[in-house]
């Protein structure tokens, strides 16, 4: 295990098994993490908050699953603004509340969007409000074999 050196220490063996289990589960005790790692919860504490503070863990999360919600359809948008309209269509892309997800990328496309829809007349609906203003190209998710993870540590 190589130990990563960021502001507040070294990242070591101990807080990547924090980081790991915080990332399977936000809801994990302090015990539970001190009994996992065999240090005191104190400690157990302590090093989280330093993780914060170094700005790692940056928030806890529910991870919610948008088809018990009706929205069984999800996409990604990849979407090319017209000349001139980058900022306006970052505006419209952060005003769409199905997109859940959008990042800024190189190449052809300008951004990369992930949508939660309930139909596929929803999915033209969201496009439509695009479209004025760039080209799209989507793609509907089948599966997602590889599921959220973090970064090797």
Known sequence: MKNFIYENGTLDEIDT???RRLCRNA???TAEL????KLSAPSVAERVKRLEEAGIITGYTATIAPEALGRSIAVWIRVRPVPGQMQRVAEILQGIPEVTLCDRITGEDCFLARA???????MERVIDRIVPYAMTNTSIIQSSPVPP????L
């Not at 001190?34 to 790692?37: E, K, N, T």
């Not at 993870?149 to 090797?152: D, T």
């Open 149 to 152: 993870r973090l970064p090797p």
């Open 34 to 37: 001190a009994r996992m790692v």
């Open 27 to 29: 809801r994990t005790t």
């Open 17 to 19: 098994m924090i980081l």
């Open 116 to 122: 939660s829809l309930s139909s596929i007349a929803e």
